[in-house]
């Protein structure tokens, strides 16, 4: 935007719009779709309150819509779900490599927001004319200006538009990318025309050389180029605490760049995104504040300046558990906060699930172990671990100061539908778990206070958010289903699962009809959990004193390119000499495989075959490093045993065992199947959560489109609506 003209009585022709007026236009079409999104939260909120209330009347079918406004509202919401999950995917065999696209939902938001932005800039204005080359130059810059504060809003982990739509901040984060690639195409735009103008006459290096506004505005968008590249996944996945940092710093850059680019008339657009992150910022702070100062909390004042305490426990997988007892704040169930520990990992702060619920009186953390802090944290639990039991007080010194922020993250809460299907990969358990203990808890509370049927007091506080104020239950059947590369890792949920079984089981002898079903999938799929297999791997406790019969898999060369994510997965045999060592003849699965690689297309029939009983397959680093110690492989050359090769296990007395009422299973569930039979008995709208790999998460996308389609929801078939939660693994 080029100064020293007289803009704020700037006119571009007869019926042409002025710049003023397209930047309120721009900012009434936008407020016009938070409006929408915030009705339909609102609707959603309604909804919940009438299904509980309908509940608490003894209605059989308290989430299936009855009259004719509620009906249509259904079935516009499938139609709308059904477009909005769309998403299609490629797979190039030869590089091994799947490659799913964005949902319609998001592509269409995007394509809106541009459409939008296009329209604005050039309505009325010919870019083909040079004289109007210069009316596009500066109502580009403009439109460019107005973009500022929805770039800053979607950023907000507490913002305005999250509180309206119901949505948390980490479920914008991709809108808030898309909008500021936007933003610096506008811009480009901006530069572009004024430099086509400038060249006509070879000004621009002039330009370039002596005009500070030009100056400013070039540094700017170069400062935004920069942003936008290293914004990019590959650069996030790289090192994210570096781009964390200096994303901030660079962002902070652009915004003194663009005010001093920016004419006095319009540098609005830059206070207003100034005022916006300095409130979020205040609001986090003293937020922050309350919850880890101990002066503020009765029961720890004179115990530190710091409220949490916390104990670090190692876990198998190279997963540290990490508790504080007695929380110094609320939480409802499927919520993260941000964990820092300064003496473990100085000014860092990593976002964890929350694994525990209000009720267990702890907040609990599964940190799987990568690099940075997370790896600062096993280490500091492997050595708590190894201290004596009668050193209290070293012990007690092993203990740290937690500061925690948040919590963030929200669902639509689960006990308003009739039919619950939760699926997850690895440690997103830790957001799945909680989700149905949580209405398992719920069920309890009926029966201990002999309450009528759909009324129950939610195991969040009053403080928590307002859905979960209103007291009820409306499920009545919760399929859970978690799938983990290591049978160790069910260690993490053992006492959690064993609780739920046994709380249903007792409510089923006292007459109610709740019901869960749970099953765990032991695959070999990379993708649940990538590890290097260069690196040392924990060993669960204990385990030196197992005994087991390992197979290698195949006889020769073998690969296979398998797996939910993007990354291949590759099986190849062992060495000759571990083969030799371990008596390897052939996998247990179909063909000499290894059947934790195959696909489950039917659970029951899979239980039910001799296939199933005979093999459980662990071919995770960690059997692999323990096979090759108790094999005494002194003889063979570290350098001669690929680590990575896949082990297929015939297990004698491996890791721990699994309850008997916990189906177990070898391979990779077929979500669409196991859906398919939920809804089949579903007698009102069901809710299908997800959480773990990107792959996963995506077949189950696409599954439940395909189900929603199938079964013609709310199009007369009867069919009930199916609404979808996904989180994923990413940056």
């Known amino acids: 935007m080029h100064a020293g003209h007289g803009m704020g009585s700037m006119a571009m022709g007869e019926g042409v719009p002025s710049p003023f007026y ?148 980490e479920r914008l984060t991709w809108l808030h990318r898309w909008v500021s690639r936007i933003l610096f195409l506008t811009v480009t735009i901006h530069m572009a025309f004024w430099f086509v103008g400038w060249a006509r006459y070879d000004y621009i290096k002039v330009k370039l050389a002596t005009d500070p506004i030009t100056q400013r505005g070039f540094a700017a968008w170069c400062i935004l180029l920069w942003i936008v590249l290293s914004s990019l996944l590959p650069a996030r996945r790289w090192n994210y605490e570096f781009f964390l940092v200096q994303h901030i710093v660079t962002a902070i850059g652009f915004f003194a760049a663009v005010f001093l680019h920016l004419p006095t008339e319009v540098k609005i657009w830059i206070w207003l995104p100034i005022a916006l992150f300095i409130c979020d910022r205040v609001v986090r702070a003293l937020k922050t504040l309350r919850i880890n100062l101990s002066c503020l909390h009765p029961r720890t004042r004179g115990s530190g300046n710091i409220s949490s305490i916390a104990t670090f426990e190692p876990l198998a997988g190279d997963t540290t558990r990490i508790t504080i007892l007695e929380p110094p704040m609320d939480w409802t169930p499927g919520q993260h906060v941000f964990l820092t520990c300064h003496t473990l990992a100085p000014f860092q702060a990593h976002p964890f699930t929350i694994a525990s619920i209000p009720s267990d009186k702890r907040l609990e953390f599964l940190v799987k172990s990568k690099s940075g802090s997370t790896k600062s944290f096993l280490r500091h639990a492997e050595k708590s671990l190894s201290l004596p039991a009668s050193s209290n007080d070293l012990r007690r010194s092993h203990l740290k100061r937690i500061i925690l922020e948040g919590p963030y993250g929200r669902i639509r809460p689960l006990r308003q539908f009739d039919s619950v299907f939760l699926i997850a990969g690895s440690s997103g358990a830790t957001f799945t778990v909680p989700l149905m203990r949580d209405i398992v808890s719920c069920w309890k509370e009926l029966a201990i206070n002999r309450v009528k049927p ?5 195991s969040a506080s009053v403080w928590s958010r307002s859905a979960y104020a209103s007291n009820g239950v409306a499920t009545r059947y919760i399929r859970f289903i978690w799938v983990i590369k290591s ?170 065992s699994f309850d008997f009422k916990i189906a177990q299973l070898s391979g990779r569930p077929q979500p669409r199947n196991l859906i398919r039979k939920t809804l089949e008995q579903a007698l009102g709208e069901s809710a299908v959560v997800v959480c773990g790999p990107q792959g996963l998460v995506d077949d189950v996308r696409q599954s439940v489109v395909a189900l929603s389609d199938e079964r013609a929801v709310h199009k007369g078939s009867g069919a009930q609506g199916i609404y979808l939660h996904a989180e994923s693994f990413e940056y």
Not at 454 to 458: A, E, V
């Open 487 to 656: 049978r160790t890792q069910y260690d993490w949920f053992r006492s959690s699962l064993a609780t739920v079984e046994n709380d249903v089981r007792a409510l089923k002898d006292q007459g109610y009809s709740f019901n869960v079903e749970m099953s765990i999938y032991t695959t070999c799929d990379q993708d649940l959990d990538i590890q290097s297999a260069g690196k040392g791997q924990q060993k669960t406790p204990g385990y030196a004193h197992r005994e087991v019969e390992a197979m290698a898999v195949g006889q020769g060369p073998l690969e296979e390119n398998r797996g939910w994510g993007n990354e291949a997965v590759s099986i190849k045999s062992s060495s000759s000499a571990l083969q030799s060592h371990l008596n390897a003849v052939t996998g247990c699965g179909l063909d000499g495989t290894c059947c934790c690689m195959e696909t489950v297309e039917h659970e029951e029939v899979a239980l039910g075959s001799n296939q199933q009983r005979r093999c459980s397959c662990n071919c995770d680093i960690d059997k692999i490093e323990f096979v090759r110690e108790t094999a005494s492989l002194s003889k063979v050359s570290a350098a001669r045993i690929d680590l990575s090769s896949q082990i297929c296990f015939r297990e004698k007395d491996i890791g721990p």
């Open 454 to 458: 759909g009324l129950c007091h939610s």
């Open 22 to 169: 397209l930047q309120k236009l721009y900012w009434a079409v936008v407020g016009a779709g938070i409006g929408c999104a915030s009705m339909v939260n609102l609707y959603n909120e309604f909804l919940y309150r009438q299904r509980i209330s309908a509940a608490s009347r003894h209605d059989r079918t308290p989430a299936r819509p009855k009259a004719l406004l509620p009906s249509a509202m259904a079935t516009i919401y499938a139609l709308a779900r059904e477009i909005a999950y769309i998403s299609c995917s490629l797979t190039i065999s030869r590089l091994a490599r799947r490659w799913a696209s964005p949902t319609l939902g998001r592509v269409l938001i995007v394509m809106a927001e541009l459409l939008l932005v296009l329209v604005l800039c050039f309505y009325k204005l010919n870019a083909r004319d040079q004289w109007q080359w210069e009316d596009i130059g500066y109502r580009t810059g403009f439109i460019a200006a107005a973009q500022l504060p929805l770039v800053v809003l979607l950023s907000a982990k507490r913002n305005l538009i999250g509180c309206l739509t119901g949505t948390s901040y």
